[in-house]
Nanobody, 125 residues
Framework: QVEVKESGGGSVQAGGSLRLSCASS??????MAWFRQSPGKEREGVAI???????NYADSVKGRFTISKDNAKNTLFLQMTSLKPEDTAMYYC?????????????????????WGQGTQVTVSS
């Protein structure tokens, strides 16, 4: 059984940084991802990481966000820098049943079977 729980959200001014964490259990070679959802908008993929540590990012966060994981501690991270007000959202950790390269659209939320409750990130201007 896979379980995930996010932490590390908060409020920050534009230009600031935050680091999100996702503690997980039952994860082995699964594709893992961060998604976000703002009020009135659809949930969107932010970044994914595969078991071989290959990564992919949404264009809106490339160069500002970094996804990583500590396999020994079963923890996924999202380092966010140069934050913008438009980054304000609920951020979710998600786990798929297979490695990322199994999927043709690994940034799609339909790929992921296990979700955390989310952690709020608010960026003020």
């Amino acid at each position: 059984q896979v379980e995930v729980k996010e932490s590390g959200g908060g409020s920050v001014q534009a230009g600031g940084s935050l680091r999100l964490s996702c503690a997980s259990s039952g994860v082995r070679r699964n594709c893992m991802a961060w998604f976000r959802q703002s009020p009135g908008k659809e949930r969107e993929g932010v970044a994914i990481i595969d078991s071989d540590l290959g990564t992919n990012y949404a264009d809106s966060v490339k160069g500002r966000f970094t996804i990583s994981k500590d396999n020994a501690k079963n923890t996924l991270f999202l380092q966010m820098t140069s934050l913008k007000p438009e980054d304000t959202a609920m951020y979710y950790c998600a786990v798929a049943r297979r490695p990322c390269d199994f999927y043709t659209r690994a940034m799609s939320e339909t790929v992921y079977n296990y979700w955390g409750q989310g952690t709020q990130v608010t960026v003020s201007s």
